[in-house]
C-alpha cells in the first residue's frame, strides 16, 4: 500500500488510489459501508463469552432504537402506510429463530459475533431470496438492510445512510453503487473516496456528471479512517490524504485557487463555438443519467444529448417504470432539448447496475459484464423492453429523438431488437398514436464482435456510438470496476486505437456519423486522437464539455489527424498516451 508520512505532522499519511472525479476537498469522512462489508473474524477467549453475548444484546437493543427513531420519523413526514416497512425491520430485530440461531453459532463455533450474525442472517437472506413468493421474496431486502445496521452497531460505526447526509462530509465507501451516488445530494457530500471500484464504473461516471470528485480503489482506507477523520480528497491526482498538516492544507488550498481561476478560464470559453484553428466544427453533445441532468446540459452549451442512460429512472425508483412514466421523463429532456438530438439508449441493465430487490430479474452471475446485460436482458423481458420502445416513440413525436441500443453483439441482434421495435411502431400506429415514422436508430458499438463486423452492422444502422468504456473492458479483458487491474485498463492500447480507426472508416463508407460516449471521449488528453482518427462527435459528461472545448478551440484538426497516425504507428499503450499527453501539455497551460 502506498504511504507516505509527512515530517511535518505525525499523523498525517497520504494513500494513493485512481483519480476517479476531478476537484479538492477538505472535510471530514463519514464511513459508509455496505451490507456486503467484510466483517473481522476472530476467536473470542473463553473466559469473554459472557461479554460478547452482552455486546450482541446491546447492538440488538441500539438498533430497534434506531429503527424505532426512522419509523416515527417517516410516520410524521412521510405517512404511515411507508413507516410500516419498518414494522418489518423490528420484527426481524424480535426473530428468535434468528437470534438463537446466531447464538448457537457462537456457542458452537466460539467466533466473535459479528461473524456468527453475518453467517447466520446471510443464509436468512439468501433463503428469502429464493423463495417463488415476490412478498418474501422482499422480505429478503428488508433482513439485508436490518442485519447491516446490527453490524455497524456491532462493530461500533456510526448509522449509515447516504441519503441522510445531514452534514457535509467526505463520503468513504468500501463501495458504492451507482443508484446510492446518484441519491448523493450535491451539497451535502464534498467528495466519495472508495475501497474498490475504478474510473469507469458507473458510480463514478455519476459522480463525475454531479462533479463531485471522487478517488477510487483506495483498497483499505475505510479501515484506516473513522468518522470524522479530516481528509483532503485530491481528485487530479488521485490522492487521499488523512490528517493533513497546516502546511500540507496551505499547498492544497494555492493548487485549488490555481484550478479554479482555470476552470473560470475554461467557462468563460465555453460560450464560444467548438470549432479548431484552422476552422473545423466538432459536435460536443452530453451524457446524462436523469432527466434533470439535461438543464445542466443545456447550461453547458451541449449540441445535444449523446447517450442518456435510461437504466437510471430504473435504479432509483422503487418499482419498474410504467411506460408512461417512461414518456414522461423522456418527453421532458426531448422537449428541453429542441430542436437538438437527444440520443435515448434503451435498457442498460446488469453488469453493475442489477435493479436491486429483483434477484429473479437479475440472478447472480460469476461474470455479471459478459452476463445477462443490456440488450440480452431486453430480448428476453420483452414486455419491460416494448413498454420502454413505445414510451421512446412517443417521446420522438416532441422533438428530435435517435434510439439507440447497448450491447449489440452483430447482425442478429439488432435484427431482433428492430424487429421488437417494428411491432411497437405497429401498435402505436394502429391507436393512432404519434411518434416520429423517420426516428433514426443506431446502436453501440462496444463489443469486440460488433467492432470486428462494422462493416455489416453499419448497412442497418443510422448512426455508430462507440462506447469505449466496455469496449476497452472487453477488448483488454480488463474488467472495469476491478481497481487490482485498473492500471491495464489502456484506452491508447494500440488494440484499441487500431479498432477505433475500423470502426470510423466502415462507418464513414456507409456515410454514417461516429459518436464517442465512453469517458475516453470527455478527456482532452484523448479527445484530440478521437478527433484526429475522424471521429464527428464526442458525447460525455456535461462537466467536463468546456474542457475539450478548450482543447478543440486551441488545435488544428491537421495537428489532430498527424497525432492519430503517429499513434496507428506506435507500437505500445505508454507511447501513444505520451504522445496525447505532450499534445495536451503544449496547448493547455493551467497557470
Ligand atoms: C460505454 O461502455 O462506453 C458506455 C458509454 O456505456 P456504459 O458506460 O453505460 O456501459
Ligand atoms: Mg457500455
Same mark, same amino acid.
Given at each position: 500500500?502506498?504511504?507516505?508520512?509527512?515530517? #511535518?505532522?505525525?499523523?498525517?499519511?497520504?494513500?494513493?488510489?485512481?483519480?476517479?472525479?476531478?476537484?479538492?476537498?477538505?472535510?471530514?469522512?463519514?464511513?459508509?459501508?455496505?451490507?456486503?462489508?467484510?466483517?473481522?473474524?476472530?476467536?473470542?477467549?473463553?473466559?469473554?463469552?459472557?461479554?460478547?453475548?452482552?455486546?450482541?444484546?446491546?447492538?440488538?437493543?441500539?438498533?430497534?432504537?434506531?429503527?424505532?427513531?426512522?419509523?416515527?420519523?417517516?410516520?410524521?413526514?412521510?405517512?404511515?402506510?411507508?413507516?410500516?416497512?419498518?414494522?418489518?425491520?423490528?420484527?426481524?430485530?424480535?426473530?428468535?429463530?434468528?437470534? =438463537?440461531?446466531?447464538?448457537?453459532?457462537?456457542?458452537?463455533?466460539?467466533?466473535?459475533?459479528?461473524?456468527?450474525?453475518?453467517?447466520?442472517?446471510?443464509?436468512?437472506?439468501?433463503?428469502?431470496?429464493?423463495?417463488?413468493?415476490?412478498?418474501? %421474496?422482499?422480505?429478503?431486502?428488508?433482513? /439485508?438492510?436490518?442485519?447491516?445496521?446490527?453490524?455497524?452497531?456491532?462493530?461500533?460505526?456510526? +448509522?449509515?445512510?447516504? &441519503?441522510? *447526509?445531514?452534514?457535509?462530509?467526505?463520503?468513504?465507501?468500501?463501495?458504492?453503487?451507482?443508484? +446510492?451516488?446518484?441519491?448523493?445530494? $450535491?451539497?451535502?457530500?464534498?467528495?466519495?473516496?472508495?475501497? #474498490?471500484?475504478?474510473?469507469?464504473?458507473?458510480?463514478?461516471?455519476?459522480? $463525475?456528471?454531479?462533479?463531485?470528485?471522487?478517488?477510487?480503489?483506495? /483498497?483499505?482506507?475505510?479501515?484506516?479512517?473513522?468518522?470524522?477523520?479530516?481528509?483532503?480528497?485530491?481528485?487530479? @491526482?488521485?490522492?487521499?490524504?488523512?490528517?493533513?498538516?497546516?502546511?500540507?492544507?496551505? $499547498?492544497?488550498?494555492?493548487?485549488?485557487?490555481?484550478?479554479?481561476?482555470?476552470?473560470?478560464?475554461?467557462?468563460?470559453?465555453?460560450?464560444?463555438?467548438?470549432?479548431?484553428?484552422?476552422?473545423?466544427?466538432?459536435?460536443?453533445?452530453?451524457?446524462?443519467?436523469?432527466?434533470?441532468?439535461?438543464?445542466?446540459? &443545456?447550461?453547458?452549451?451541449?449540441?445535444?444529448?449523446?447517450?442518456? %442512460?435510461?437504466?437510471?429512472?430504473?435504479?432509483?425508483?422503487?418499482?419498474?417504470?410504467?411506460?408512461?412514466?417512461?414518456?414522461?421523463?423522456?418527453?421532458?429532456?426531448? +422537449?428541453?432539448?429542441?430542436?437538438?438530438?437527444?440520443?435515448?439508449?434503451? *435498457?442498460?441493465?446488469?453488469? @453493475?447496475? !442489477?435493479?436491486?430487490?429483483?434477484?429473479?430479474?437479475?440472478?447472480?452471475?460469476?461474470?455479471?459484464?459478459?452476463?445477462?446485460?443490456?440488450?440480452?436482458?431486453?430480448?428476453?423481458?420483452?414486455?419491460?423492453? &416494448?413498454?420502454?420502445?413505445?414510451?421512446? *416513440?412517443?417521446?420522438?413525436?416532441?422533438?428530435?429523438?435517435?434510439?439507440?441500443?447497448?450491447?449489440?453483439?452483430?447482425? =442478429?441482434?439488432?435484427?431482433?431488437?428492430?424487429?421488437?421495435?417494428?411491432?411497437?411502431?405497429?401498435?402505436?400506429?394502429?391507436?393512432?398514436?404519434?411518434?416520429?415514422?423517420?426516428? !433514426?436508430?443506431?446502436?453501440?458499438?462496444?463489443?469486440?464482435?460488433?467492432?470486428?463486423?462494422?462493416?455489416?452492422?453499419?448497412?442497418?444502422?443510422?448512426?455508430?456510438?462507440?462506447?469505449?468504456?466496455?469496449?476497452?473492458?472487453?477488448?483488454?479483458?480488463?474488467?472495469?470496476?476491478?481497481?487490482?487491474?485498473?492500471?491495464?485498463?489502456?484506452?491508447?492500447?494500440?488494440?484499441?486505437?487500431?479498432?477505433?480507426?475500423?470502426?470510423?472508416?466502415?462507418?464513414?463508407?456507409? &456515410?454514417? /456519423?461516429?459518436?464517442?460516449?465512453?469517458?475516453?471521449?470527455?478527456?482532452?488528453?484523448?479527445? !484530440?486522437?478521437?478527433?484526429?482518427?475522424?471521429?464527428?462527435?464526442? #458525447?460525455?459528461?456535461?462537466?467536463?464539455? !468546456?474542457?475539450?472545448?478548450?482543447?478543440?478551440?486551441?488545435?488544428?484538426? #491537421?495537428?489532430?489527424?498527424?497525432?492519430?497516425?503517429?499513434?496507428?504507428?506506435?507500437?505500445?499503450?505508454?507511447?501513444?498516451?505520451? %504522445?496525447?499527453?505532450?499534445?495536451?501539455?503544449?496547448?493547455?497551460?493551467?497557470?
Amino acid at each position: 500500500m502506498p504511504y507516505r508520512m509527512d515530517p #511535518s505532522s505525525k499523523n498525517e499519511f497520504t494513500v494513493q488510489g485512481i483519480a476517479a472525479s476531478e476537484g479538492i476537498a477538505y472535510g471530514q469522512v463519514f464511513v459508509y459501508l455496505q451490507s456486503d462489508v467484510e466483517v473481522p473474524s476472530y476467536q473470542v477467549e473463553p473466559g469473554k463469552r459472557v461479554d460478547e453475548i452482552a455486546r450482541f444484546d446491546r447492538a440488538l437493543v441500539l438498533t430497534r432504537q434506531q429503527v424505532a427513531k426512522i419509523k416515527s420519523e417517516v410516520e410524521k413526514n412521510i405517512g404511515a402506510e411507508e413507516a410500516a416497512i419498518f414494522d418489518a425491520h423490528l420484527m426481524v430485530l424480535e426473530d428468535e429463530a434468528l437470534i =438463537g440461531e446466531t447464538i448457537r453459532e457462537f456457542e458452537s463455533t466460539g467466533r466473535n459475533m459479528e461473524t456468527c450474525f453475518h453467517q447466520v442472517s446471510s443464509r436468512y437472506v439468501q433463503a428469502f431470496a429464493e423463495i417463488d413468493d415476490e412478498y418474501l %421474496r422482499e422480505r429478503a431486502g428488508d433482513l /439485508r438492510d436490518v442485519a447491516q445496521r446490527v453490524l455497524q452497531n456491532l462493530l461500533g460505526q456510526a +448509522e449509515n445512510s447516504l &441519503k441522510r *447526509l445531514a452534514e457535509q462530509r467526505v463520503v468513504a465507501a468500501n463501495d458504492i453503487t451507482p443508484s +446510492e451516488c446518484a441519491s448523493l445530494d $450535491r451539497s451535502g457530500a464534498l467528495a466519495i473516496v472508495t475501497d #474498490s471500484g475504478s474510473k469507469t464504473s458507473h458510480a463514478v461516471i455519476v459522480a $463525475r456528471s454531479m462533479k463531485i470528485p471522487a478517488v477510487v480503489g483506495v /483498497r483499505d482506507l475505510t479501515r484506516r479512517v473513522t468518522d470524522g477523520s479530516w481528509v483532503i480528497v485530491d481528485g487530479y @491526482d488521485g490522492v487521499v490524504i488523512v490528517n493533513p498538516s497546516e502546511s500540507t492544507l496551505f $499547498r492544497y488550498g494555492k493548487i485549488q485557487e490555481r484550478k479554479k481561476s482555470f476552470e473560470a478560464r475554461l467557462l468563460e470559453n465555453n460560450q464560444l463555438p467548438a470549432v479548431t484553428l484552422d476552422g473545423v466544427g466538432v459536435t460536443l453533445m452530453a451524457n446524462i443519467e436523469k432527466a434533470t441532468e439535461a438543464t445542466r446540459a &443545456k447550461n453547458f452549451l451541449a449540441q445535444g444529448i449523446g447517450l442518456y %442512460r435510461t437504466e437510471f429512472l430504473f435504479l432509483n425508483s422503487a418499482s419498474i417504470p410504467t411506460e408512461q412514466e417512461q414518456f414522461l421523463a423522456y418527453k421532458e429532456v426531448v +422537449e428541453l432539448m429542441a430542436p437538438l438530438p437527444v440520443v435515448i439508449r434503451t *435498457l442498460d441493465l446488469g453488469g @453493475d447496475k !442489477p435493479l436491486a430487490g429483483k434477484a429473479d430479474l437479475f440472478p447472480k452471475e460469476n461474470n455479471p459484464f459478459m452476463g445477462f446485460r443490456a440488450i440480452r436482458w431486453c430480448l428476453e423481458h420483452q414486455d419491460i423492453f &416494448k413498454d420502454q420502445l413505445r414510451a421512446i *416513440l412517443m417521446a420522438s413525436h416532441f422533438g428530435k429523438v435517435d434510439l439507440m441500443y447497448p450491447m449489440i453483439s452483430g447482425v =442478429g441482434e439488432l435484427a431482433r431488437a428492430n424487429a421488437v421495435l417494428e411491432e411497437c411502431r405497429q401498435e402505436l400506429q394502429a391507436k393512432g398514436v404519434p411518434f416520429d415514422v423517420d426516428m !433514426p436508430v443506431g446502436a453501440m458499438i462496444e463489443i469486440p464482435s460488433a467492432a470486428a463486423t462494422a462493416d455489416l452492422l453499419a448497412k442497418h444502422c443510422a448512426f455508430f456510438s462507440i462506447g469505449t468504456n466496455d469496449l476497452i473492458q472487453y477488448m483488454l479483458a480488463i474488467d472495469r470496476v476491478n481497481e487490482r487491474i485498473a492500471h491495464l485498463y489502456e484506452p491508447t492500447h494500440p488494440a484499441i486505437v487500431r479498432t477505433l480507426q475500423k470502426i470510423v472508416e466502415e462507418a464513414h463508407q456507409r &456515410k454514417l /456519423r461516429v459518436s464517442v460516449c465512453g469517458e475516453m471521449a470527455g478527456d482532452p488528453v484523448f479527445a !484530440p486522437l478521437l478527433l484526429g482518427l475522424g471521429v464527428d462527435c464526442l #458525447s460525455m459528461s456535461p462537466a467536463w464539455l !468546456p474542457a475539450v472545448k478548450y482543447l478543440i478551440r486551441a488545435t488544428t484538426m #491537421s495537428d489532430a489527424r498527424a497525432l492519430a497516425a503517429e499513434a496507428l504507428a506506435l507500437e505500445s499503450a505508454s507511447e501513444i498516451y505520451a %504522445r496525447c499527453e505532450a499534445f495536451y501539455r503544449a496547448r493547455v497551460k493551467i497557470d
